[in-house]
Every structure is written in structure tokens, then in C-alpha cells.
T-cell receptor
Framework: ELKVEQNPLFLSMQEGKNYTIYCNYSTTSDRLYWYRQDPGKSLESLFVLLSNGAVKQEGRLMASLDTKARLSTLHITAAVHDLSATYFCAVDRSSGGGADGLTFGKGTHLIIQP | DTGVSQDPRHKITKRGQNVTFRCDPISEHNRLYWYRQTLGQGPEFLTYFQNEAQLEKSRLLSDRFSAERPKGSFSTLEIQRTEQGDSAMYLC?????FGQGSYGYTFGSGTRLTVV
């Protein structure tokens, strides 16, 4: 059974600090997805990582993928309050390369305090 | 195109009633997915379609649940004889079949179901 594990599940941090969210997965998939969800809202796509060694950055967020270690990281630089949200990583349900849906981690609930 | 649309946004129903949700995907997307998300959890896959064909159903999808995509465009998810445990956010997503020049899934705003 495909498993996606995130840690930490809950993170409270101060503005201006840096931190990293980790995502481990059990499949051999070469693709990994990061989403943001605000309370009561749907999922906003942040990054799609398509290959080993992929690194993508948008503003204060940077995501990377190591398919050999089956590990992705989401790094937050100089956090600001607006980044408070729940962050999910997800992988394709099958490693066959088709778009047959995602398996999600439990999410990391991030609170950034002034 | 305005993205993936779901209707209604909220639904409150009494236990035992039937409910139906609608999803309109991005028009050029041939794949459509349904997920369920309970409080504090990540979305869980329920089923997906390519055009009008339902390709897979999760074991989470009991026989009280049925999904259709009759013309390969919009989809409906019906829950019969609702139970309190069905209370959740139901999310729809769409995509192209990978290899058609695009990767990634676009999610709708979801339908929040409360069974009382």
C-alpha cells in the first residue's frame, strides 16, 4: 500500500524564521506535488516536481525532490504570517506514469506568529 | 475557462436522505477525480473517469455512493441513505491524461456535506 508521510504534522513558528517540512513516500514515483490549503478552502497547487533533483522556488517557498531517498522537502525562508496554512504533499497513486489520481499525506498545519 | 466548478458549496442534510453533487471540470481535461476529505486529514481518492468511463473506484466508495460522467463533461456524485460518517468535504479535480503535454491536477472549491 502506498504511504505518504509528512512531518511535522503541526508547526508553530515565528515570523522571520526558516523551517523545513519533510515528505517521505513509499512508491517509486518520479513526480511529487505540493498543495496549500487555507481553512475551509480547496487545494491550491504550489509545485509539481517532475524528476529526481528537481528544485522549484516561488517567493519564500522552495521545494526539492530526491527520488532515490523517496523524500521531498518544502523549505520556508523568512516566514511571514500569510504563509499560515496547511501544506500537503502528494504522489501519483501508481508508478506507471498515468494520471490516475493522488495519494496525500496527512498535511502539515503551519502557524506563523508575529 | 474558470477552472473546476463544484455545486453546491455547502449541503446540510438529514441522515437517511440522498444527496447529489456536481462537478464541472476544465473543459479540455479528459480525466476527472473525486476525493473525500475529513477534518484534519488529507484528501482520500474515491474514483476517477477518463471521458465517460469510470476507470477505478476506491474501496472507500461503498455501494451507497455512485458517480457518473455521462457525456464525458460534468460529473455527479450521489450518496444514498446518508450517514453521519459521510460528513466531509468532497473535492473534485481534473487533469489531462499524462503525456498529453501537461502534468498536475486542478481542484475545485469542494462541497462541504454535513449530515445531521
Amino acid at each position: 500500500e502506498l504511504k505518504v508521510e509528512q512531518n511535522p504534522l503541526f508547526l508553530s513558528m515565528q515570523e522571520g524564521k526558516n523551517y523545513t517540512i519533510y515528505c517521505n513516500y513509499s512508491t517509486t514515483s518520479d513526480r511529487l506535488y505540493w498543495y496549500r490549503q487555507d481553512p475551509g478552502k480547496s487545494l491550491e497547487s504550489l509545485f509539481v516536481l517532475l524528476s529526481n533533483g528537481a528544485v522549484k522556488q516561488e517567493g519564500r517557498l522552495m521545494a526539492s525532490l530526491d527520488t532515490k531517498a523517496r523524500l521531498s522537502t518544502l523549505h520556508i525562508t523568512a516566514a511571514v504570517h500569510d504563509l499560515s496554512a496547511t501544506y500537503f504533499c502528494a504522489v501519483d497513486r501508481s508508478s506507471g506514469g498515468g494520471a490516475d489520481g493522488l495519494t496525500f499525506g496527512k498535511g502539515t498545519h503551519l502557524i506563523i506568529q508575529p | 475557462d474558470t477552472g473546476v466548478s463544484q455545486d453546491p458549496r455547502h449541503k446540510i442534510t438529514k441522515r437517511g436522505q440522498n444527496v447529489t453533487f456536481r462537478c464541472d471540470p476544465i473543459s479540455e481535461h479528459n480525466r476527472l477525480y473525486w476525493y473525500r476529505q475529513t477534518l484534519g486529514q488529507g484528501p482520500e481518492f474515491l474514483t476517477y473517469f477518463q471521458n465517460e468511463a469510470q476507470l477505478e473506484k476506491s474501496r472507500l466508495l461503498s455501494d451507497r455512493f455512485s458517480a457518473e460522467r455521462p457525456k464525458g463533461s460534468f460529473s455527479t456524485l450521489e450518496i444514498q441513505r446518508t450517514e453521519q460518517g459521510d460528513s466531509a468535504m468532497y473535492l473534485c479535480a481534473s487533469s489531462l491524461a499524462f503525456g498529453q503535454g501537461s502534468y498536475g491536477y486542478t481542484f475545485g472549491s469542494g462541497t462541504r456535506l454535513t449530515v445531521v
